[in-house]
Structure formats: C-alpha cells, structure tokens
C-alpha cells in the first residue's frame, strides 16, 4: 500500500514539473478532504460553505511540484450551480480572497469539459479519464464522416470536369489550407503576412502544433466577448483573401489585405470547387464554396491533430491517477477553439447560401443528436449557439484576464438595450369611426417608451385586416398634453397592394397629390386599436475602462445597416413596397470593420470588474453623443447591428480615430511619455431614457465611488455633442463625501472639460417633437386656407432625406410639413429618420433660446393662433439651468465647426437638415421683421450660436472649424490635433 502510494506520488511529480495541475475529486470529495486535511467530519464541515459543490478540484501547482513538499500548496476548488467558484488552501481549509490565477486551470478543464461532452455536462460528475477516452469516438466519426463527404463529392466531380481543372482545384485548396496553419495567428496579430515558399513541406501535424502555439499566446490576451466576433470577422477577410489566391501574397499589412478582398469581385474567380453544385446557387455563393472546403479540409486535419494530443493526454491521466497539467488543457482547448471557430464559419456560410441539402449535411456533421426528420432551421440555429457558448467558455478559460468570466458576462449583458415587457392586464380597445393617414391616438397612462398596437382596419366593403406594429410614446413632456402614439396606415396599402388604395399610395409617393385628397379617398372604416403591451427602456450608463488594440487586430461586422431599408421598414411596418424597394441603393448586409480598441473593465452605479492592469497616472473619459431611436424587428425585438457594448455603429466608430492617431502618439519620441501615462475610458449609456443632468450624476457617482478622484491626479472629459453637455453636468455634481471637502464637486478634480460641437443652448432641430399636440393639429384643421393647399411628394422627401437627392424641392415640402401636418414631422424623424427624440434625453438637449423659438412658431402656426402656440417649441429648464450655474467655465474648451454648401458630407440626410435649419432662420427673420442671422451657421445638428455659447462670456475657450458636419467633427485629423496640444498641455498642470 505505501509502496503504491509512493509510486503514484512520485509519477505525479514526475508529471506535474511545469506548471499548474488539476485533478477532479467531486465523486470522492468526502474521503479526499479526510485525507488531504486530516480534520474531523465537523471541523470540515464548519469551515466549508453550506453550499452543494457541484464540481470538486483538487489543485497542485509548480512550486509545489518542484520543492516536493505535496502536503503543502495544494489548493481545493468548489463552483454550485450558480457558478460561484470557492477556493480554499489544503490542508487548512483556509478560504482564498480574491481567488488566484488558479481558477484559469479550472475554467480551462471545465471548458474542455463541455466542449467534448452534452451540453449538460456540466451537472453530470465525469471523470477526466472518462471524458478523454470515450469521446473519442466523436472524432474518429466526424473524420470519418468528413472524409466520406468528401469523395463523394470528388468522384463526380472528376467525371464532370477536365482532369486538369481538378487538379488545380485541389493544388489550390491543398496551398490554402497549409496557409491557414501558417498565416492565421499572424493576421490576427497584426503582422505583415505574406506566404512565403517553404524550403521543404511540412507534416500538417507539424503546422498545427506551431499554429496553436501562436494562438494560445493570442488567446491568453482576450478579453470580452468582442473577440469571439472578431475572430469569426477576421476569419471571413482572411478565407476570402486565399480564396482568391493562395500562392502569392495578397498584401502586407492587413489593410491593404481588406482593400484587395473588397476590390474583387466573384467574377475573378475561376476555380470551381465540388461543394457548389449540390450545396450551393451559382449565381450568390460569393466564392462561399471554396471557403467551405477549406474550412472543412482544415477541420480533417485539426480532428486528427486533437485527437493525437487526446491520446497523450489519457497516457498522462492514467500515469499520475487523475492529474492533468494546466499547460496540457490549455494547449488541446486552443485547437479545439480553432476546430469550432471553422465550425461556426462553415455554418455562417451554409446559412447565408447553402441549400437544404447543405444544412442537412453540415448538421450529419456537426450535431450527432441531430435525427433526419427533424426540422433543420431551427436545430441549425440552436447548434450554432450552441457552438458559440463553447467557444465563448474556451476564451474564458485560456484569457490571462483574471476577471476574464465576470467581464464576459457583463458585456454579454449590453447586446441589446434592456427593455422590459410590461403586459396591459386589462387591454382597452379604441374604436376609431375613421382616420387619417398619420392619425393621433391618445393614451391614458403608458407604461412604457413604446406600445405594441394591434391595429384591425376595414375598407369600404372589405373583410376587416389586423396589423401590428411598434410605435414610440410621446409623453406628456413632449406633447405639452396626454401622451399619444401616432398610427399610421400606410402599411394597409401595402397590405391591399393591386387594388385601388395601393395604387392611390403609388400616386402619392411619385407624384404630386393633394394629401388631404388621400385621406378623404382611403375610406377606411371600423378601425379598432388595441394595445396588449408596453415596452420599457431601462437606463444603461457604464463605463467601460478601454485597451488600445496596438498589436492585434479586432475586427466587428456591421448588421442591418443599411439605413433606406431600416427607414422604409419601420414607416411601413416591415413590409417594404416593391416600388420602393427597388429604388433603394443596397448596402452590403455585414460590412467588416477594424476597430483600434476593447474593454478590459466596467464601472456601473452598482458594480465593478477591474483588471490586473494597474492604472496610471492621467485619465481621460470620451462621452459619445445622441443614439437614435431603436428599430425593432418583427419579432419585437430591438436591431443591434453591432455587437456588446456599442450596439450602434455610431458608437463604435466615434473615437477609433482618436486611439489610432493615440497610440501612434505613444510610440512616436516626441511627446510619447504623456500619452503613455493615460488610461482610457468610455462612458456608455442610452441616449434616450434618462437626461443629460441624469447621465452627468451618474458619471460623477461611479468616479467618486471608486477612486477615480484619488488615483489620477490628471482628469480629462471629452465629449462629443450630447456627450458634451452630459460631462457639463458631472462637472457640476456636488459630491456626497468628497475626498477633500474644500473640492465639493466633480468639476474641483477636473482638469479640463473639452466638449466637440455639444448644443450648449440646445438644437433647434430636437424643439420640433414638441409639435405632436392633437390641439395644434386640430385648430391647424380648423383654420382652412384655400390659398395653401397641402402638396407633397413623398418618395422626393424620402429620397432626400436617406440620399440627399432633390434636396431644395424637399426643403420646401418639410417646412410645409411642418405647418400644415406637424404629426407627420412626428412620424417621419422619430420612426424613419431617427434625429427627432421625444423622450427625456432627447427633449433635454432642445434649443433654449426664447426669441428665436417664438419667432419660429409665429412663423408656423402664426396664422392659427399666435397666442396660444407662440410658446410651443419652447424648451424645458434643464440647459437654461446648467448655462446659469456652471462653475467650471474656466476650465470647459469649446469645439466648435460649421459647413456651407460646398462641404462634404458624411451622411446625406445632412444637406438636408443644413439648408433647413439656414433656410427656416432666414424665413423667420423675414416674417417677424428681427434679425435672427446669428442662428444660421450651423454644422447640419447644432447652431454655431450653440455650439460657441454665443454671448456668454464667463472664461471658456473656443477653437473653431470649417467644413466638418457634426458627425466628422470627433473624427478630424485636424480637429484631433488640436485636442492633443489640451491634453497635453494639461498634462503639466
């Protein structure tokens, strides 16, 4: 017995001589901790915790290995079924705080666990020589079947095609796959790639081993969540690039990589490949099958290199009863991630354009619970997700980031924004005798930003039809009123598309109709509404602690981004009129972008998860600007077109040029030192929900709360637009227990507040919401003028808005929209075009200045009753407030910019909202007889006499542009520059 003892002892630190060790005790946990710990069943019992361990590990790490002395430095590891770890140091049964770097052995054993074993593996208690020796089979099958797929598809394929054109066929797919084992953790890391010729070739296995080597170093760095996408991202660039050719480099650098895959076309490629015939249409594969035998060519290689580490690994267990070292797990799960992550492409490219027959197949392949009756879209999309939560588990365990799953989580938590559904218990039915085209409906009390309305509608003798649709809440705030959606019809057009109505809304948009006319001709009787249920945005504010991507690659693929279709979509309820449809320019569904950094930790009201990476001396916090209004899909459900802490591409794209010209500052000799002693953050939250008074305390409360105050002795707010007024308003947060009472606010710890073309009296553009008011629209009714009869041409104002064509004809036709149909104004820019917001952080940033907003209303609504609506574009208090009490002018820089005709823009609906706001001053002043000129200039979103703080003069800076709409301002290289001479200026301070 002792003898044995020995011996097992002894091949276990033969074994476990480099690094940590890792053995699972949950079937023996009792008798392991009488024998490790030598205490009584009661002593164990009151140190342990009262929690069921779902999972035991018993932990031996290097020092322990080396010094021999076993009885010391073993460590026991405990998780229950919330996933809570507990670690604990043998044989005192002492409890660990905060847990050590062991927990990456653990996370790694239980990742590899669930990789190769049923999804609820996790419950079962498996041995580790049990998971390594029987799920083998699983290998030698899908090689097997791999393998069986293959020459079938190769035999005919031979037959059908001259013998040398497969023979290039397989001369390209043999270059390419060895391409991939040698080329792909280098793209990832940013290294200039080129495919150089081998002086001899290499055994697969030899490149493998190599290949997950370099990428277990690039996983040891991840992060988030963001990197699993980045890696199916840049999977994509990569395979379409070798594609193309494998033989000779494409590029050097990874931008000019993606320059050349977006310059070729299908066109250019001339070989076929056998997958396309039976799994693939010709005429959209988009070279889809050649990335597929690829991906699958790479995968036989991958399963018979896993399953030969497999083998060295069961050898391992049976030598040392149980352990298995930390280096060994980690090295297998790097390849296994490689295997899934070609998985999760394969069926990303069989989703997209591969047939059912194809789905069938991959799923034979991929999923062994998958029965052949079964309905394959749905087991398709579940296997997938399932493959994603695999991979997901593997980054985890691999990361260095000690907080690496805390911080997985958190981000997973920010892919949609957080809506909560609130049903109606007793849903009310409004019976409507008829309605217009765009028709008010009153609410009594909503419980949420949005109601889901079921509408049902009869025509004339028609068979009554039902319709759902989202609309957003106007509240009280912005309705002057009773809160109110706004219904609209033009979906039953469409519905009725061929008959008479559809082909009146034909007429509509394409000529010009009298819309007063149209509403008399729908006829649309027995309209009933109900509304089952509201949807709640929750406020979202974190912020996220930023790492400047230097060295490596992130990449993030853009969905549902082409704003036409999204515009068009919402205004008639998902279903998109064929003549329009065609008149949409089309945007490529998921362009790929590279972006320059990822979070490493987040700061909430309520929690934080902090890296190991010490923080320097300065920091500096970006605030981003207004977020339009979600679209929601016809499930409801928000459209994220990016993923985690963005969601927005405006969000993700705002400063990536910042922390591009940032880092090429850090390195460069002159002035580099400063830059390096920063930390970078970004506070995130929706624009919508709360105010910008609201956002700012929050911000001031997470500084405080967790020692931003005491550990920067430099602090710099930057925002842009909104985001300005937001880091105003934390500066001027009384803080509750402030580290110096002689310093009550944030602003006393700030060093500089640098705002980027912020409203700081309000955007006259946002003041327009407050025109939804079922009085105004009635008495504009009621006030009849034969003389201006109501004409629009509404594909013209559409085309204007989304593409910037017939901007001047629009211009005209917006601001009698505005006049004589203020709802549709409602309509148009909270639904399609998402720059109207009528929610509390929208209205907050409305233009303040009472003149000009009364001289605007008695131009509009003069001739209805000037003394009743003189004041409705009047806005709240809250930047009239801010303006007056702000006690940190002296240290506040201001940005500002404005354009002309001759700019260029970066997007379309701007020459719009420029002529607009230019042309509407110069009317006022006309019609009212006051000068008003000082409110022309204007970036297309702001005002210069908002941006500049025109006439208050209490110690601000001011630093002026030209030619730079409100969206390119936080891009300019030029406008940048000058922002880096702040920082570093402030810096000396």
Known sequence: MIKTLFLSVFLGIWTLTFGVSIQDITLTLGSRLSSETRKSDEEIHTRLPSFTALKAFLILDEEAAESLRIGSNRYLFLTDTSGEWKEYSLPSLSPISPINSHIKTVTNYMALLTAFLDSDAMVQNTSVYHLLSSKMEYMDIFSGELERLQLSLYEPFKKQALRESFTDYLSHLYEGKKQIFQSLPGFFLQEAVSFKPLDFEPAFSDLIDQTVSEWNLLMNQVYTPLQYDSFLSGLSIFLEGLTLNPKTPVAATVADWMKYVQSVTVKDVGIRSPYRQPFFTAQNTVFADLQTALLLDAQKELAIWIQAEFQKMVQQVSRTFGFLTGESLEKVLSGVFLFDLFSQKTMTLIDRYGNETARRKVLDLYNPQYMPGQESQTVFSETQERIREELVRMMVGISDHTNAYSLFHESLLTTVPALEVRPVSQPHTFSLASAELVQPLELDKPLGHFAEAVMSVRVGTRKADTFTKMF??????????????????????????????????????????????????????????????????????????????????????????????????????????????????????????????????????????????????????????????????????????????????????????????????????????????????????????????????????????????????????????????????????????????????????????????????????????????????????????????????????????????????????????????????????????????????????????????????????GKVDNRRFNEILRAPEDLRLLNREDRFYDRTYLFTSVIDERSTLSKPTYALLYALMKTTTQKVTFHTNHDFSIHEANDAVVSLYSQQMAGSDKGQSRIAFRGIDHTAVPMEKSVLDRVFEIIVAVSGR
Not at 489 to 500: C, D, L, P, V, Y
Not at 585 to 593: G, S, V
Not at 687 to 708: C, E, K, W
Not at 727 to 737: D, P, Y
């Open 472 to 861: 957003p809440v106007f509240p009280s705030e912005t309705t002057r009123d009773k809160p109110l959606i706004l219904l609209d019809f033009f979906w039953f057009a469409i519905k009725q598309w061929g008959q008479t109505l559809g082909k009146l809304l034909g007429l509509m948009l394409n000529r010009t109709i009298d819309i007063i006319e149209v509403e008399n001709r729908l006829e649309m009787r027995g309209i009933e509404v109900t509304i089952p249920r509201y949807y709640e945005m929750r406020p979202y504010a974190d912020l996220w602690r930023m790492h400047p991507a230097d060295d490596r690659n992130i990449f993030v693929a853009v969905q549902n981004n082409n704003a036409e279709i999204n515009a068009v979509r919402n205004l008639f309820g998902g279903v998109i009129p064929d003549f329009l449809a065609g008149d949409i320019d089309t945007i490529p569904a998921d362009p790929i972008y590279r972006i320059h950094r990822y979070p490493i930790e987040v700061y909430t009201a309520a929690k934080d998860i902090r890296s190991y990476m010490p923080r320097k001396n300065r920091a500096i916090i970006l605030l981003h600007g207004k977020q339009a209004l979600p679209n929601f899909t016809s499930e409801k459900t928000v459209m994220v077109n990016v993923p985690y802490i963005w969601r927005t591409e405006a969000r993700l794209r705002v400063w990536d040029p910042l922390y591009v010209q940032w880092m090429a500052r850090t390195k460069s000799a002159e002035g580099g030192s400063v830059y390096a002693t920063y930390d970078l953050y970004e506070f995130v939250y929706d624009t919508s929900v709360l105010p910008a008074r609201d956002y700012g305390q929050i911000l001031a409360g997470i500084l405080h709360d967790y020692g931003f105050l005491r550990d920067y002795k430099t602090l710099v707010l930057m925002g842009h637009s909104m985001g300005g007024i937001v880091a105003r308003e934390a500066a001027n947060t009384r803080l509750s227990l402030p580290p110096d009472p002689q310093k009550p606010y944030l602003g006393d710890y700030l060093h500089a507040i640098i705002t980027l073309d912020s409203p700081h009296y309000g955007s006259i553009l946002e003041n327009f919401v407050f025109t939804v008011n079922t009085e105004l629209k009635e008495r504009i009714r009621e006030a009849k003028q034969p003389d201006d009869i109501f004409r629009i041409n509404l594909l013209e104002l559409l085309r204007a808005l989304l593409r910037n064509d017939y901007a001047d004809q629009s211009l005209q036709i917006l601001l009698t929209i505005v006049a004589k149909n203020p709802e549709l104004v409602g309509k148009l820019f909270t639904e399609m075009v998402s720059f109207l917001d009528p929610f509390p952080g929208g209205v907050s940033l409305s233009y303040t200045v009472d003149a000009y907003t009364e001289g605007i209303a008695d131009y509009l609504y």
